[in-house]
């Protein structure tokens, strides 16, 4: 088990937010993930003008993930610009489902839980063919 500075993770967050790109909602959000090798990794929405097109902040943030070394979600922060909690939308539980696994902890309104309250049930690697 890490353990989890998540006064720092949500703190890195609000931060991450301050890079969005929202000019259609005006809603800035970041989100800030621990690495199982420590390093932490953030994402931020990125808006466009077809707006269905949009990414999550969870979307830009599992290519950083990819793109900085790999690796597993151990704990992930979710924060507007003005560091109110935001939780991941329904799509972006299943992102980070599998990046993290059932064991990745979220910082929800309920307090820190396992993506398994999360996203209960989860369809996810295990339900594939091998
Ligand atoms: N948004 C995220 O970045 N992550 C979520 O999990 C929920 C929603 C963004 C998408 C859009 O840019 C804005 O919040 C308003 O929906």
Redesign the pocket.
Known sequence: MMTVDWEALRASAVQAAKS?Y?P??G?H?G?AGLVDDGRVVL?????NASYGL??????TMAGQLRLSGGGRLVAVA?RSGEGEL????G???QILFELGGPDCEVDTPRGVLPMSDVLPDAFGPTDLPS
């Open positions: 969005a929202a259609y909602s809603l959000v989100v994402g931020c929405n990125v808006e949009g990414l999550c902040a969870e979307c979710c935001l939780m991941p939308c799509r972006c539980r």
